[in-house]
């Protein structure tokens, strides 16, 4: 990411403990490594939704070109693999709609305990 090196790292440290002082030093350094992994856990969600939706993608380009090739002439070892196919780009875009089912089921539950 950044290249800092052991001296620049001490310097930086010295310059926030004249400037903070010893007291609100390691409350900054809590502040700022909190704010670095939310930054890192959002990269890293945007990144894995990205690959899936690139996945899913995928899948759903390959199924439409099984289609134009004609499903008539395929093996039946290459029709399963395209059910298979079809069933995992379903199931990709099934917990999305269950997420919304299930919220307000637990929150029916809720109110009734």
Do not use: C, H
Request: charged share 30%.
């Amino acid at each position: 990411m950044f290249d800092i090196g052991f001296w620049e790292l001490i310097l930086i440290s010295v310059v926030g403990l004249v400037v903070l002082g010893p007291e609100r030093l390691p409350v900054a350094i809590r502040t700022v490594s909190r704010w670095i992994g939310a930054a890192r856990n959002m990269a890293n969600s945007v990144k894995d939704e990205l690959n899936q939706e690139l996945k899913l993608q995928e899948l759903q380009e390959n199924l439409k070109k099984a289609e134009q090739m004609g499903m008539k002439d395929l093996s039946p070892e290459l029709r399963d693999t395209v059910e298979e196919l079809k069933k995992a780009a379903s199931e990709v875009q099934r917990p999305y709609a269950d997420n919304k089912d299930e919220q307000p089921s637990a929150t029916t539950s809720q109110k009734q305990d």
